[in-house]
């Protein structure tokens, strides 16, 4: 199980070698994948009881690592060569996304007793995808960037649909939802995608309506 985690860090190479190549649509494929192994590799080792197995060999260190470098350093480089930001704010901004996701990994609180991630999970694989669809203005690119930054060090609730178990086969579905749709806008514009455009923005506002949902119900206890 702890080779299926690795494997992660395979992808993230070959994400990095696209990028190097000048090929955006291939650097977030790879991500892709290495977000879908990322997604179930806890899970499988749980089931098994991988550490009961290997107790000297720490799995969620081994996680850690392939998670920085697939949700934070590549995707960061990501920004910085393919999307459009505002004239010399491009090396701050891979520095705010580099900085603020080393806060992140390093938070001992970084999930809730339910499973949800407290502040921005440094999910800037994601950020990165949203960046390269829609196509936002370069200022309004910048101001997101410093938005998450932000976010990650607040008390904000953020869905980890294969951790959290309300709701947990209807989270699991919705992001498949997602990925696919993402992964047709990726390879194709919105305008030949229109449908993958609407369940893509369907199942966003899900997420975001289950964070604020699960926010707002710490704001109230």
């Not at 920085?68 to 910085?80: E, G, N």
């Not at 960046?131 to 008390?155: E, G, K, M, Q």
Request: charged fraction near 10%.
């Amino acid at each position: 199980m702890h080779i299926f985690t690795a494997s992660g860090v395979l992808l993230g190479t070959m994400a990095l070698l696209a990028l190097v190549d000048n090929n955006p649509v291939a650097c977030l494929l790879w991500l892709g994948a290495a977000m879908m192994i990322d997604g179930i590799d806890g899970t499988l080792a749980r089931k098994y009881e991988v550490k009961a197995i290997l107790p000297h060999f720490d799995g969620s260190t081994l996680d850690m690592v392939i998670d920085y470098l697939t949700w934070a350093f590549i995707p960061a480089l990501f920004i910085y060569y393919f999307i459009e930001l505002p004239p010399y704010l491009g090396l701050l901004s891979v520095f705010i996304i580099l900085l603020s996701s080393m806060f992140c990994f390093c938070n001992v609180d970084m999930k809730s007793q339910d499973n949800y991630f407290v502040g921005f999970p440094a999910a800037w694989n994601i950020a990165a995808a949203y960046f390269y669809i829609l196509d936002f203005p370069p200022f309004i690119t910048f101001a997101s960037i410093v938005l998450l930054a932000i976010l990650t060090v607040t008390r904000m609730k953020f869905l980890h649909p294969f951790r959290v178990r309300l709701f947990m086969p209807l989270n699991i579905a919705v992001t498949l939802a997602w990925c696919v749709c993402a992964t047709s806008l990726v390879l194709s514009s919105p305008v030949h995608a229109a449908w993958a455009l609407w369940g893509w923005g369907i199942t966003s506002a899900y997420f975001i309506g289950m964070c604020l949902w699960r926010t707002a119900q710490e704001w109230f206890e």
